[in-house]
């Protein structure tokens, strides 16, 4: 069967489809100007429809937009950690949970630890690090004091100098404190960026280097300071920006009852990291007396089933007392007692 095209001739074909484009022009005029009727008509009604869809627009776009910034900055949090970063605590680093009493009853780790971690085959370097503030708020509890200006809510932070090789601690101005300090336990600080803005508002970061600083009562010359660190997740200043570095010897000194420890140790390289976590996992069973987990499952399951067996034992000795003879029951039942008239 013919198409219309090969019936039609040529000439009138194209005729015909010059004909149809003029159309479609005029209805499409014809409802874009129905459209701006309706509006005009109608301008409460389609003030709202506007001013919806531009609401509805700018909410995607901010929603999109936060997302993007919170997963940047948590993806640049665990950069800063790093992927061959070890933490070593008595406590889950991260628990949701309500954390039980079995873990209050372990012993905190010792801080001459680390010097043994750091020579293990697959560990690069080792500190232990205390800190002095409330986890619940991620706030400090010191005041740091410069004269006649006080920065509230200070994180104190005790670390070995090693802490320079585990994280990317970047400095403004001055130096870290090193293996002297530490060993003297000498009186020095490297204070955070909010800290500095606090303490020596009218010099700055290259003011604060060798001026002296109260803690607690005691004196602290300032030997460097920090850069200014990512916001914080939930938006503001970031906490880790008011604090204050020293020696965790100086710490000690100055909290002589915290014995809080965490040991943080980097593998000496990031495909390593397991074989590093094993060797530390070794070390600090055999520093705190522990066993390996299968032993201590079986002891735990021996000691479980002698405690059950003489808790039955003790019950089924308790009954026999309580319980009268055999024969003397049933003579009871066979030859009752006569109650008398």
């Known amino acids: 069967m013919s198409t219309v095209a090969q019936t039609l001739s040529t000439p009138r074909t194209q005729k015909l489809r010059g004909l149809v484009k003029p159309a479609k022009a005029l209805e499409l005029k014809d409802q874009v100007a129905l459209a701006l009727d309706t509006l005009r008509k109608n301008p409460l009604r389609s003030a709202l429809t ?67 971690i750091a020579l293990l085959p697959h560990v690069k370097a080792a500190s232990p690090s205390m800190r002095i503030f409330r986890p619940q708020f991620g706030a400090g509890t010191a005041d740091v004091r410069r004269g006649a200006y006080r920065a509230k809510n200070v994180i104190l932070q005790g670390n070995q100098p090693s802490i320079g090789e585990i994280f990317d601690i970047k400095l403004d101005k001055g130096r870290m404190f090193n293996e002297t300090d530490a060993e003297h336990r000498a009186p020095v600080v490297c204070l955070g960026y909010n800290t500095v803005q606090t303490l020596f508002p009218e010099g700055g970061q290259a003011a604060a280097v060798g001026k002296e600083v109260t803690i607690d009562g005691q004196l602290f010359t300032v030997i460097g300071t920090m850069e200014k660190r990512r916001q914080g997740i939930s938006g503001g200043s970031n906490p880790e920006d008011n604090i204050a570095f020293m020696p965790v010897t100086t710490l000690r000194k100055l909290y002589p009852n915290q014995k809080d420890y965490v040991i943080f140790a980097k593998a000496s390289d990031p495909s390593q990291v397991s074989q590093a976590v094993e060797e530390i996992r070794d070390l600090l069973r055999r520093k705190r007396r522990l066993s390996s987990d299968k032993h201590f499952r079986h002891r735990f399951a021996r000691r479980r089933h002698r405690r059950d067996e003489h808790h039955a034992r003790q019950r089924h000795g308790a009954n026999a007392g309580n319980r009268r003879p055999q024969s003397h029951r049933r003579k009871t039942q066979q030859y009752p007692s006569a109650i008398p008239d």
């Open 50 to 116: 506007i001013l919806g869809i531009v609401i509805g627009i700018t909410t995607v776009i901010a929603v999109s937009s936060l997302i993007n910034g919170l997963n940047e900055n948590v993806l640049g949090g665990i950069r800063d950690l790093g992927s061959d970063t070890i933490i070593a605590y008595r406590f889950p680093w991260a628990s949701l949970s309500r954390p039980p009493s079995e873990w209050f009853t372990r012993k905190e780790l010792q801080p001459e630890w680390a010097d043994d």
